[in-house]
């Protein structure tokens, strides 16, 4: 295929010379590209072939055909989409796993459940706040700071009796309080 490189700069002559190139070369890319990626790959790596062309024929330095640059065009682009595509498979087979367990993980709570523990956790501090304030300290003591009964007798100044007692009170004041529905 005959080019005049001294007329490239004409958008015109451009224009016509990426039309009978593309038109002369079209089919063999398009067979190159399809024999080593599949016919679907094949096409859009040859599309881009062409585009690459359109890009930058104007700085491509005349000697070798058209044809070779396209060709070696192809080829590297093929390289590259096969390394994209084996890429792509290691990473499905990496986190493939993880996310079939995502997926798969148990159900979901059905849907009201969300609505049943907030309704739950606002009749718990509700019925917080009618108990002793001795009564709820000892509560937060044991269940929040995990404190033992021992170490909550000797910060309140108790006997560890008295500190059971008022634990075991509190917890039975709290689960009635519970039971008592919202309004308590």
């Known amino acids: 295929m005959a080019i005049d490189w001294q007329r490239l700069a004409d958008d015109d002559y451009y224009a016509d010379v990426c039309t009978r190139v593309y038109e002369a070369c079209q089919r063999g890319i398009l067979r190159y590209c399809a024999a080593r990626l599949g016919d679907a790959l094949g096409a859009e790596v040859m599309q881009e072939v062409f585009l690459t062309m359109v890009k930058t024929l104007r700085t491509y330095r005349p000697g070798p055909p058209v044809e070779g640059w396209l060709y ?4 590297q682009k093929c390289q590259q989409a096969l390394r994209n595509r084996t890429r792509r498979q ?5 986190f493939g796993k993880d996310i079939q367990q995502q997926v798969h993980a148990e159900p979901s709570s059905p849907p009201g459940a969300g609505l049943e523990a907030r309704e739950r956790a606002t009749r718990l501090a509700t019925s917080l706040t009618k108990l002793p304030e001795l009564e709820r300290i000892v509560l937060h003591w044991h269940f929040h700071r995990d404190l033992s009964v021992a170490e909550s007798a000797e910060a309140l100044g108790m006997s560890e ?3 059971r007692k008022r634990l075991q009170r509190a917890l039975r004041r709290l689960k009635e309080l519970m039971d008592d529905g919202p309004t308590g």
């Open 72 to 75: 070696g065009m192809a080829k």
């Open 90 to 94: 290691d990473i499905a087979t990496a």
């Open 161 to 163: 009796a008295a500190v």
